[in-house]
């Protein structure tokens, strides 16, 4: 049996994988990297393979289907997101209708969090998966290819008829390194010059280390509806050798980065990586998510490794705000670990958001002055978005504070971000406006410019990925944001 793995056609250049799906103001684009990684594992099962990102590669569905019929798939896996998922439930309908034969399971955030409500949308839908989905898809595959029950496949929701049965939960998959090299599926099927994010230098590959985080952040939607609280680790071993791998398959790749939901939680191990990267001799620059805490010695050694920059999420300047999404950090930690950031020679992107519980322009005004005070490589301001799964999605439910029940609409119909929530205290707007303001004050400051162009004439190769980002980023930022508020 075949098996087809598609990010579907939506609006051009929309990254669907990344945490808040949209298209960015800053060019962004994910790698399909869940799907990746769930392909690698049914490639190595024996299953003959096909992987389409439509939204990258700028492919209609015409296209879709003329290539999928080549291979005739029995199983057709499609990611999804929030604000797509109707189009995406329109696209399984179409391709149905061409395959009638094949099995439609979706995955993703969205339909892991809501997955009876997903079903109802669709009869063409056979199942959708409930978190990390690579095993899932593996046991699926295996069940219709030998004619079994899927009853017994752990981690679905499946349709019964009228009626639909969730099957046993799947444990979180414990050793990370029998999954297959993600990048080895990126070398088969994608472009990784159609991937672009603007922390890291440009082109670039993007892998994990580990799966999960360990803190409750309430807004948070990886751990909180696909990878779970708990921290899992590949060996460093098993990492550096994916990173030779890709400095010997992808000559053209200027940066490794690690999308890992948070690559420092553990000091030692990050320690223990730039070692062995030292010792293997492993040249490419290198970067990730990270969070406060981390020392000066543990920053110079893996920058020593290559590791360039980090993005961090400092979020909030207000010790109340802070406490309300249950951050666990304290401004004092931030500033701190930027003193240190700043002596090693990493380079910070720093995201604040606006928004969360008892936000008041009081709060928000603490949040720019940390931004300022804490003076990071790049920012970025954004009214905090919500997804169904997370703490943060239920409370404002439950508060009436989100302005709309139309999914489609948590994107503008150019399919940038749309601020859906209001405050207590402040209106959507209110939010939208404060963080264009916000991002006019940091980024258009003489002394900002002025570093921005001594960064690129000290260092040449940070040009393209700088030029690459600002091209629309510098738009938006003097035009703001069109503001159209939708409310049921």
């Known amino acids: 049996m075949n098996v087809l793995l598609l990010n579907p056609p939506f609006l051009k250049k929309f990254s669907r994988p990344q945490r808040s799906p949209a298209v960015t103001k800053s060019g962004t684009l994910y790698f399909p990297m869940w799907l990746s990684y769930a392909a690698a594992v049914l490639d190595k099962e ?36 929030t604000p797509s998922i109707f189009n995406d439930i329109e696209m399984a309908g179409r391709l149905k209708a061409r395959f009638p034969s094949a099995f439609i399971v979706l995955v993703g955030t969205h339909v892991s969090a809501l997955p009876e409500e997903t079903l109802k949308l669709s009869d063409k839908i056979g199942a959708v998966t409930i978190h990390e989905y690579d095993y899932t898809l593996r046991d699926l595959a295996i069940a219709l290819r030998d004619s079994k029950s899927l009853d017994g496949v752990a981690g679905l929701c499946l349709r019964k008829g009228n009626d639909f049965i969730r099957t046993q939960p799947r444990a979180y998959i414990d050793d990370l390194d029998q999954i297959p090299f993600v990048s080895r599926i990126y070398k088969r099927f994608l472009k990784i010059e159609n991937y672009f994010n603007p922390n890291a230098l440009y082109p670039m590959v993007t892998i994990t280390t580990s799966r999960g985080c360990p803190f409750p952040c309430t807004f948070c939607v990886y751990p909180q509806t696909l990878m779970g609280r708990g921290y899992r680790r590949r060996s460093v071993e098993n990492v550096v050798e994916e990173m030779e791998y890709i400095v010997e398959n992808f000559p053209q790749a200027k940066a490794v980065f690690f999308e890992d939901d948070t690559l ?18 492993v040249e490419i620059s290198w970067n ?33 705000i802070l406490e309300s999404m249950k951050k666990k950090t304290t401004v004092k930690e931030m500033e701190d670990f930027m003193a240190e950031a700043r002596k090693a020679g990493m380079l910070i992107h720093g995201c604040f958001m606006v928004g969360l519980p008892g936000e008041t322009r009081e709060t928000m005004e603490e949040t720019l ?53 209001s405050t207590e205290a402040l209106s959507s707007e209110d939010l939208v406006r404060f963080c264009d303001n916000a991002r006019r004050k940091f980024y258009l400051r003489p002394t900002y410019l002025l570093y921005k162009l001594g960064q690129m004439i000290k260092h040449p190769r940070e040009i393209r990925r700088t030029i690459k980002s600002g091209r629309t980023f510098f738009k938006y930022l003097v035009k703001g944001t069109d503001i159209k508020e939708e409310r049921c």
């Open 369 to 421: 002055n940390l931004a300022m005070r804490l003076n990071p490589d790049t920012v970025q301001f954004y009214p905090v978005m919500v997804y169904p799964g997370t703490d943060a999605y239920k409370w404002y439910k439950e508060k009436g504070l989100i302005n709309t029940s139309d999914f489609a609409k948590w994107i503008t119909p150019e399919g940038l971000h749309n601020t859906v929530i």
């Open 264 to 281: 420092t939680v553990n000091k030692s191990r990050c320690i223990e990586l730039a070692e062995l990267i030292l010792k293997k001799g």
């Open 46 to 81: 024996g299953f003959e393979i096909d992987l389409i990102d439509a939204p990258a590669d700028g492919y209609e569905l015409d296209y879709v289907m003329e290539r999928s019929a080549k291979l005739n798939p029995g199983l057709i896996v499609m990611d999804t997101s």
């Open 288 to 320: 990730a998510n990270a969070r406060v805490g981390l020392d000066h010695k543990t920053m110079s050694i893996m920058k020593k490794a290559g590791c360039r920059s980090f993005c961090v999420g400092f979020e909030s300047g207000s010790k109340k």
